[in-house]
């Protein structure tokens, strides 16, 4: 890519965006992670047309209860109706488009936007809108809704007209995930961490544990997808051995990513001896999630479409997704599920819990921080991917052909 010659501070920021520019096997182009066209174009054409997990079941479990998920410039309400269903549509206003609900979680009646008091039901239908004349009807103004998947316990939406079909996809997880029993869990805790950095770099970063050795020394003392060559027939073995008892449905192992159009991927894979969990000890965190009878030594990395992952050991799981904020700044959203009847401080310790991705997430959110800034030179030129990347090439493949 050459270095534009008018005299301006970015001049890639408004560089068409041009597919043919990317080279296969290497990264992106400068521009895709500095223009704020693209950007825009993103949440557009591929934020809102992917199905994006924003929460769990337990979040709405009562009729009335709500919450808000933000991404870039939008904003999704979930909540429960009284009829027991759980609906998501966009948060703005029907009137003059004010942010209708301001709160991030609660209960309520309805939803009335604190502008001029226009008042929603809880399934997003206008309920009332004060001196609105004789010829007003409001079956017209609803609140736009969104797609719905509820996929156990784990709530989807898609914002698109035409939603990417994901239930073969989800079909063929759902077995391999079962025993978890992910409905029957509860959020232990959540934590945000903010990088300067695009959101496909804090992306990226996930797709591939190329940097896991030399960034994150607490993972890489646990976890065997760090050296896919410390990944030895013995330990698979070892792993499925203790699964059959387990109770695991026990699954040929491959790190490949398949290239379907959602990029589904569910893959367990053994953590070094001595390790039943991603503890700091080995030692067990939680009660065991699901139907398991004991530890198999084992996680399971889940993708569910291309934003979406899980991290699933035998006493407790984590989703992560990347959440824009602006062009260069992400949050990188982690939250923690238990068994749902697990006490805290008697069953489970917070900071034991969260110690692993906690610092885990912090060396990334440097790492990531220190990509951007390296991109953001003209003088940068995308290089060569790795074979243990992968993921990055999935994550093109699915972005590219999107945008
Ligand atoms: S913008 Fe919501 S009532 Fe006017
Ligand atoms: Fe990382």
Request: aromatic share 10%; glycine share 6%.
């Given at each position: 890519m050459g270095i534009s010659t008018k005299k301006r501070l970015s001049p890639a920021d408004n560089a068409p965006l041009n597919v043919e520019d990317c080279i296969s096997g290497f990264g992106l182009p400068r521009r895709f992670y500095t223009s704020t066209g693209i950007y825009e174009n993103d949440i557009k054409n591929y934020w809102n047309c992917s199905w994006i997990w924003v929460g769990h079941i337990t979040q709405v479990s009562k009729p009335g209860d709500f919450f808000v998920f933000d991404y870039s410039q939008e904003s999704v309400i979930i909540s429960r109706d009284r009829e027991g269903q759980v609906n998501a549509f966009m948060n703005v206003c029907r009137h003059r488009g004010s942010r209708v609900c301001t709160e991030k979680s609660g209960s309520t009646r309805v939803f009335s936007c604190p502008y001029h008091a226009w008042t929603y039901e809880?399934?997003?239908?206008?309920r009332s809108a004060r001196e609105m004349g004789p010829e007003f009807d409001r079956r017209d103004y609803r609140l736009r809704q969104l797609h719905l998947r509820i996929f156990q316990g784990l709530i989807f939406v898609c914002a698109g007209d035409a939603p990417p079909d994901i239930e073969a996809g989800l079909q063929d997880i759902a077995p391999l995930i079962a025993?978890?029993?992910?409905?029957?869990t509860k959020i232990a805790h959540h934590a945000s961490y903010l990088v300067s950095a695009n959101w496909k770099l804090a992306i990226e970063n996930y797709m591939e544990c190329y940097h896991c050795g030399p960034a994150h020394a607490e993972y890489s003392l646990s976890h065997s997808l760090k050296d896919p060559k410390s990944i030895t027939p013995e330990l698979i073995s070892e792993m499925h051995r203790a699964g059959e008892i387990a109770g695991l449905p026990i699954q040929d192992f491959a790190l490949n990513g398949s290239d379907?159009?959602?990029?589904f991927f569910c893959q367990r894979y053994p953590l070094y001896p001595g390790y039943v969990t991603g503890s700091k000890t080995g030692a067990p965190l939680a009660p065991l999630l699901g139907e398991l009878k004991s530890y198999d030594g084992g996680t399971t990395d889940i993708q569910i479409g291309i934003l979406n992952n899980f991290l699933a050991y035998s006493d407790h799981m984590i989703g992560y997704r990347f959440i824009p904020i602006s062009l260069q700044e992400t949050n990188i959203e982690v939250i923690w599920f238990v068994q749902k009847d697990a006490l805290e401080g008697?069953?489970?310790?917070i900071e034991d819990l969260t110690w692993l991705w906690h610092v885990t997430s912090q060396d990334d959110e440097q790492i990531i921080s220190l990509n951007q800034k390296g991109i953001n030179s003209h003088y940068f030129t995308p290089g060569p991917l790795s074979e243990m990347e992968w993921g990055i090439r999935a994550f093109y493949q699915n972005y590219l052909r999107m945008v």
């Open positions: 809880l399934d997003g239908q206008l025993p978890f029993n992910i409905e029957n379907v159009d959602m990029h008697k069953d489970y310790i």
